[in-house]
């Protein structure tokens, strides 16, 4: 995702700017030179990111924790009766909300933003009240603020011996976020939650899904801030890890 300073990295601040956003843009429509229908599109498409990031993501997640669950009982679970699989029901769009296409942050709002700054009605009070008007200074390395932004974290993996049994290392750079979500998965299995962490490096201790026989394990990683991750994911690391 192009970043702009304006836009929060926490998924809960996301929310908050999208609703702002969504509610004050109609009062600077007639101000900003904007038509009726092209406002009405804009909210159209706060209101769809919103629902997605407030109500349909953390729905996916918790079913991916059932579904993680159930694999796990038909793997190695006992009973007579066959497994009724969980199904994943997404959560009901709101009164007035609709699907709208891709691309919501980038281009459209984000290229909105850039065209609002240029209008000849534009002015910083309006700038403020709409939440566009980004500090000078990002979040930058884990020496602080007024270094370069960097959007997702970076990080390397290494596999250690111990008489545990295979572990793999994440070394991170979290640059001045307060951590990092990692998720995992094994071979083409499917992306699971790992944990979080503030302090380099996070060990992955798990031993092999199949005793000897080794694996092939593929990492990525967020930012992780107020208890949220960004979803901004960096790019997968992968590694094998045998006995």
């Known amino acids: 995702m192009r970043h702009q300073r304006y836009y929060p990295a926490p998924v809960g601040d996301q929310i908050v700017w999208l609703t702002n956003f969504m509610t004050k843009l109609p009062g600077h ?38 579904a993680t669950s159930a694999t796990e009982t038909l793997a190695h679970g006992e009973g007579p009766s066959a497994l009724t699989l969980p199904a994943f029901a997404a959560p009901a769009l709101p009164d007035g909300v609709v699907a709208v296409p891709p691309g919501v942050l980038t281009p459209r709002l984000f290229d909105l933003v850039a065209q609002i700054k240029k209008m000849p009605g534009y002015t910083e009070t309006i700038g ?18 007024g270094a370069p932004y960097v959007p997702v974290p970076k990080f390397k993996v290494t596999v250690k011996s111990t ?15 307060t951590g990092v979500y990692i998720e995992s998965r094994v071979g083409n299995g499917p992306w699971e ?35 949220e991750p960004t979803n901004d994911w960096s790019d997968i690391a992968s590694v094998t890890v045998g006995p």
Not at 43 to 56: G, N, Q, R, T
Not at 163 to 177: D, R, S, T, W, Y
């Open 29 to 66: 429509e007639t101000a900003l030179g904007l038509t009726g229908a092209y406002v009405d599109a804009c909210v159209a498409s706060c209101a769809f990111l919103i629902y997605v990031l407030k109500d349909w993501l953390p729905a996916v997640r918790t079913f991916n924790l059932a």
């Open 128 to 145: 403020l009240d709409l939440g566009i008007i980004g500090q000078e200074a990002g979040v930058g390395g884990d020496g602080g603020a």
């Open 163 to 177: 008489v545990a049994g295979p572990q793999v290392v994440l070394e991170f750079i979290k640059h001045g976020h």
């Open 193 to 227: 939650f790992l944990g979080t962490d503030t302090n380099s490096p996070y060990t992955d201790a798990r031993p092999l899904q199949v005793a000897g026989q080794p694996e092939v394990r593929q990492y990525r990683m967020c930012f992780w801030d107020k208890s």
